[in-house]
């Protein structure tokens, strides 16, 4: 690409991606919905926008940095006062859950959109995440009473680096596989967790004990606290999966959760800051990713997308809340409205894609995991964003 076109497309990105903020806020609707029309009608609609021939290399680099910014940020609003009322039934959502979406998603996508049992894996693993940066706004807007919205945040934020941890240890429990390798696959896989884990809070709590000594002492001037802490992020982001495949987003994440509950500085002027930037981000990633979705893709998948989205919605989530809330102590109400709220994001946007590029030489049907996830995202943000409000209304929650 020449650089005048390499400049246009740098400026359409942000200019289309900021407007389009701006529209939605106008609108009171959600964002996403017009940040992925947006960046379908820039990329295989108008052609404006080649995000592979504008990055090309650098596009999942890029991804992956800007998702570790905006988990940091999502997870800087976490707060452990919460957690007295919400413990029990959160975890069971992070870990009961969890498995029961991984299962379902798994089935589903075998039934309906056909797919061999690893991708299926695969995407299950991928859609096990909700969106942070949906539920968030949401939840500003309805503003629910009781235990379920703090649920819904915590779950919308830690959820997401497990989700993507887990995908990650599918693909390489099917790439051992596919070596012949059976007898080490499982194992491989339950210890790459544990090590994951491991590593990811051990180095996000390094970052937050660190981070926090260097300000308590004054030894960042107040107009490098928020490049200090934007450089300590992607620092231990990086550092964190260069010594185990992605640890990097827990360690960000854990970073986060500890900044803010801790009372000997003041995150202020660091939270505004990463606010700013994440809203950016968002909005750049959203019409980098949406531009490279072929809508043929969509089509392709006719009669499938809209059941595997209905299957998603309507059995799937319900199930999983009923079934891991069980014992919790949370009221019918709440569950109902949890069962009614589970839209997907960025995160999954960036991991179906950064997988789908991975996989695109050795399985032609990996194809299928963007378009599979965009309608997922389309799907669940345009019901949930719609119905939500209302329902809370009627269940007495807002």
């Given amino acids: 690409m020449s650089p005048e076109k390499i400049l246009s497309s740098l400026a359409a990105v942000f200019v289309l991606g900021v407007s389009a903020q701006w ?12 940040l992925l029309a947006t960046g379908i009608a820039a990329g295989s609609g108008f052609g404006w926008i080649a995000p ?3 990055l090309g290399d650098l596009l999942l680099p890029v991804v992956s940095l800007s998702i570790a910014v905006i988990l940091f940020e999502g997870s800087m609003s976490l707060r452990f ?16 859950g969890v498995f029961l979406t991984w299962a379902l998603t798994t089935l589903g996508s075998m039934w309906i959109l056909q797919l061999p049992p690893g991708l299926s894996l695969l995407l299950g693993a991928i859609l096990t995440v909700t969106g942070p940066t949906v539920i968030g706004p949401m939840l500003r807007l309805i503003r629910p009473s009781g235990p379920a919205g703090p649920i819904a945040r915590w779950e919308g934020i830690v959820i997401d680096p497990i989700g993507a941890m887990l995908a990650v240890l599918v693909f390489s429990a099917e790439s051992a596989l596919s070596r012949g390798a059976f007898g080490s696959a499982a194992l491989d896989a339950f210890a790459g967790f544990g090590q994951t884990m491991l590593t990811g809070v051990c180095s996000g709590w390094c970052m937050a004990w660190c981070l926090r000594q260097l300000l308590s002492r004054h030894w960042i001037p107040d107009h490098l606290e928020s490049p200090f802490t934007l450089m300590t992020v992607i620092g231990g982001f990086t550092a964190s999966n260069l010594l185990v495949h992605e640890a990097g987003l827990i360690a960000v994440t854990v970073m986060g959760i500890l900044l803010a509950n801790q009372n000997q ?69 709440d569950r109902l409205f949890l ?35 965009f309608t997922i995202i389309i799907s669940t943000v345009l019901v949930y964003g719609l119905t939500s409000g209302p329902l809370a209304r009627i269940l007495g929650l807002s």
């Avoid at 529209?23 to 017009?34: F, H």
């Avoid at 959203?286 to 006719?302: C, N, Q, V």
């Fill in 23 to 34: 529209v939605a806020a106008r609108l009171r609707i959600p964002s996403i919905l017009l």
């Fill in 52 to 54: 592979d021939q504008l």
């Fill in 81 to 96: 006062r919460e957690l007295a009322r919400i413990g029990r039934p959160l975890l069971m959502m992070l870990t009961i």
């Fill in 265 to 333: 500085v003041s995150i202020r002027r660091i939270m505004e800051f990463k606010e700013n930037l994440s809203v950016l981000l968002i909005s750049s990633l959203f019409i980098l990713l949406s531009a490279r979705l072929e809508t043929a893709a969509l089509l392709e998948m006719s009669w499938r997308g809209p059941a595997f989205a209905a299957f998603m919605i309507l059995i799937v989530r319900p199930v999983v809340v009923w079934l891991a809330t069980i014992g919790s102590g949370l009221r019918k109400v």
């Fill in 339 to 373: 069962a009614w709220l589970a839209p997907r994001g960025i995160v999954a946007a960036a991991v179906s894609s950064v997988f789908a590029l991975e996989l695109a030489k050795t399985n032609p049907q990996a194809s299928l995991l963007v378009p599979a996830t």
